[in-house]
């Protein structure tokens, strides 16, 4: 089992900046990748970033030049740097640590989701 604890959601002015933070514990596989998706209400949730253990990231065509994922193995801890915020980024975040190279891996794990609302 992975436990996964999310910081770092809020609310902020259309181009500020927000940073997400998630710490996995528990038992983690080496290999494994470890990323955020979000829900806004009525839609689908949706794969915003992933990073695996090696470094490899996968982001978004809505997000990319804006969000930047990052990974401290050490840790166990991925953040999410999101900048130059939009309304339409306006979501819960929920945090997700894959037992593989790719988020979709088996088994996953969530955290319970952050609010991040982006006033215009």
């Known amino acids: 089992q992975v436990q996964l604890v999310e910081s770092g959601g809020g609310l902020v002015q259309a181009g500020g900046s927000l940073r997400l933070s998630c710490a996995a514990s528990?038992?983690?596989?080496?290999?494994?990748?470890m990323g955020w998706y979000r829900q806004a209400p009525g839609k689908q949730r949706e794969l915003v970033a992933s990073?695996?253990?090696?470094?490899?990231?996968n982001y978004a065509a809505s997000v990319k030049g804006r969000f930047t994922i990052s990974k401290d193995n050490a840790k166990n801890t991925v953040l999410l740097q999101m900048n130059s915020l939009k309304p339409e980024d306006t979501a819960v975040y929920y945090c997700?640590?894959?037992?593989?190279?790719?988020?979709?891996?088996?088994?996953?794990?969530w955290g319970q989701g952050t609010q991040v609302t982006v006033s215009s």
């Open positions: 528990g038992t983690i596989f080496s290999s494994n990748t």
């Open positions: 997700r640590f894959a037992a593989g190279y790719s988020i979709a891996s088996m088994p996953g794990y």
């Open positions: 990073i695996t253990s090696g470094g490899s990231t």
